[in-house]
């Protein structure tokens, strides 16, 4: 912005750079597979394996690994994941409509399952502030003298009915003045007085309620309990024919004295009808609330004094989903158009249906694909695994999704073990590895099956290895970063391998991008002896260098999203080039990128070549950048000879 410049001198103009681009997350993982309980097809955030166990089942669902994945997840170092249960159960179900008609809250069974006798919710009306002990309240009182400039004067203890703020008029003139303060019995006006003349005796009252009036006073025959009325209630003022309902968005309690209380009300809209304030002219007021019961053939559970409105500490989605009983409530989105109050249930009973009994030995591909398309939404997720369908369909469902999402990776379980399976040929892993190509290298493969302690007493049970590998991801990320391959790395809470592997064995499948676990000495621990992915495009067949761009990609579009319709300029391409370079000389310096000098590991060009005047017309920047990543040392290799007194011996 141009400084305004009057007096020679020195004047500062402040300026403010580009925000500085912040790395993304790259540790968090999706899980999806089998589970005792929990919702079904709903991403799950969890940080520990006791939070686990809470929601989805102390104990793994036999002949299913799910819960096995996690454990293994946390044991190595993991911190974040999403769990899906996947399922071909469904849940009872019900919608509920609203006094106009229109469906307005969503009902379910908190578990799967067609229930019998079926779940049933009673809607019931309630008003917690009834009108037959609620006014309008409409104070008066009397001039006790004629008005002295801004001063009005009333009888003996006629003042206190007042607050500042209010609105009065005098005698039948209609004049509307706002009260600064009220001292005693003086009221104190925020203006000068227009009409008149005005004398002792002539009659001093609240201002009648315009359409449009925010802010009006109510008057219970006793003081409200705490929590009555509060922001997010429905009021209802009816005087004479007319009536008009407001959500109240505050409340200011205002004692009278002599254990009389009245209550000062902001409401979110103004409203819609004219309220006489003449005492002459009563008015009632109450509350709109509702209760719900729910039953299922047995006593019902009682859900009382319940507003629609998310505001209200009685909102019906916290009470009800909070109490874990039969079932979960949550609003239509979007909401129905009607207002208050006749976007609040109708009173009635509604029976819940539609569910479908669990049966894991059906459950089949597109359960889980189903569950997969869940995470879809979730844009934290960074790697997935799916342990508990280890088919091409699935499996390549899952790849797709991380090409498709461009912003995680799939982990792979090798081919579930059976007696006498071949490491080549059909039905092996190496015939696995050939269903699971991906251009860009957006999955990995991990071999064999690891032996765990079982959740019970017993022997050593195998169990996919994609939990503790994902733990391993998140272990390399945080100890290392992302740029690191996460192999070399010793696998946590596993005592063993399904298979023992030679060095000769892995290499023919190492080079096909399938990732060994070994264990290198009798009783040594797995260890983690792969980092390539499924990519046949060699530029993407390290593990580390696909999720290094994953990481490099999604946290330059974050860090930039801010120039988002500023001015195409050449102001906002240094902007944009100066906050790119600044990321990735950070990365370099974190050794992510491989050059001696920032310029040998990148660049960042913005300019009139790639963006002419043509692309700017149609509302285009672009910006192109190369990066050398550094690639992992998978092969060293040593060279030795036989050196003697200077002189170095070779055979020829």
């Not at 629609?308 to 500490?313: N, Q, R, S, Y």
């Not at 696998?491 to 070994?518: C, H, K, P, T, Y």
């Not at 590991?601 to 149609?618: G, W």
Request: with cysteine; aromatic share 8%; charged share 20%.
């Amino acid at each position: 912005m141009a400084v305004q410049v009057s007096y020679p001198g020195v004047y500062i103009d402040e300026f403010a750079p580009g925000p500085p681009i912040q790395g993304v997350g790259t540790s968090t993982a999706g899980f999806i597979g089998v589970a005792a309980i929990g919702n079904l097809d709903e991403p799950t955030k969890l940080t520990s394996f006791d939070q686990f166990k809470h929601s989805f089942g102390a104990q793994p669902v036999p002949g299913f690994y799910l819960w096995y994945a996690v454990r293994g997840f946390f044991e190595n170092g993991g911190q974040t994941c999403y769990i899906v249960r996947a399922s071909n159960g469904d849940y009872d179900r019900a919608d509920i409509n609203d006094r106009a008609g229109n469906p307005v809250l969503r009902v379910r069974a908190r578990q799967p399952g067609l229930h019998a006798p079926a779940i049933q919710v009673t809607i019931a009306n309630a008003n917690v502030i009834p009108a037959a002990t609620t006014s309008l309240f409409q104070p008066a009182g009397t001039l006790s003298a004629a008005p002295a400039g801004r001063q009005l004067t009333l009888g003996a203890g006629e003042g206190a009915r007042f607050r500042g703020g209010d609105y009065i008029t005098i005698a039948a003139v209609g004049e509307r003045v706002l009260l600064n303060n009220v001292a005693g019995d003086v009221l104190r006006l925020a203006s000068d007085l227009t009409g008149g003349p005005y004398a002792a005796g002539d009659a001093v009252r609240l201002a009648d309620a315009a359409v449009g009036t925010r802010t009006i006073r109510i008057h219970p025959a006793a003081a409200l309990p705490a929590g009555v009325l509060v922001p997010g209630t429905i009021l209802t003022i009816t005087q004479g024919a007319v009536t008009d309902s407001q959500i109240v968005e505050s409340v200011q309690g205002e004692p009278l004295g002599g254990g009389v209380t009245t209550y000062r009300v902001t409401f979110r809209e103004g409203l819609d009808i004219a309220l006489s304030l003449n005492p002459a002219n009563p008015a009632t007021v109450h509350s709109e609330e509702f209760n719900a019961s729910v039953s299922q053939g047995g006593p019902a559970t009682l859900y009382q004094n319940l507003s629609i409105d998310p505001a209200h500490p009685r909102y019906v989605g916290t009470v009800i989903n909070n109490a874990g009983g039969l079932l979960t409530v949550e609003a239509i989105e979007p909401p129905p158009p009607d207002k208050a109050p006749t976007n609040i249930p109708n009173a009635g009973a509604t029976a819940l249906a539609g569910g479908a009994d669990e049966d894991l030995t059906t459950i089949g591909n597109n359960d889980f694909i189903d569950a997969l398309n869940t995470l879809r939404e979730i844009d934290d997720v960074n790697f997935i695994a799916i342990p508990d369908r280890i088919t091409d369909p699935v499996q390549q469902a899952l790849i797709g999704h991380c090409e498709e999402m461009q912003d995680r990776f799939a982990i792979l379980d090798g081919l579930t073990p059976v007696p006498d399976q071949p490491l080549f040929g059909a039905n092996s892993v190496e015939a696995q590895r050939r269903a699971l190509d991906s251009t860009r290298g957006y999955g990995a493969l991990y071999y064999p099956w690891l032996r765990v302690t079982p959740a019970v007493s017993g022997p050593p049970i195998l169990v996919p290895p994609s939990g503790h590998v994902g733990g391993i991801f998140a272990r390399s990320d945080t100890s290392r970063g992302v740029h690191k391959a996460p192999a070399n790395e010793i696998v946590r809470g596993a005592l063993g391998v399904e298979r023992g592997m030679s060095d000769i064995d892995q290499g023919q499948l190492n080079l096909q991008g399938i990732n060994i676990i070994r264990i290198f000495q009798a009783g040594g621990r797995p260890v983690l002896w792969g980092a390539r992915t499924t990519a046949t495009d060699t530029n993407w067949q390290y593990v580390n260098i696909r999720r290094l761009f994953l990481f490099l990609e999604e946290s330059i579009a974050d860090g930039i999203r801010y120039a988002v319709f500023e001015p195409n300029n050449l102001s906002l391409w240094q902007k944009l080039k100066r906050s790119i370079t600044d990321f990735l000389i950070r990365e370099w310096r974190d050794g992510a990128l491989f050059g001696a000098k920032s310029s040998d590991a990148f660049y960042v060009r913005i300019d009139e070549v790639l963006n002419p005047f043509s692309e700017q017309a149609l509302g285009r920047l672009n910006i192109e950048i190369g990066v050398r990543p550094t690639y992992p040392a998978e092969f060293i290799i040593v060279r030795i000879g036989i050196f003697q007194g200077g002189s170095e011996v070779t055979e020829a």
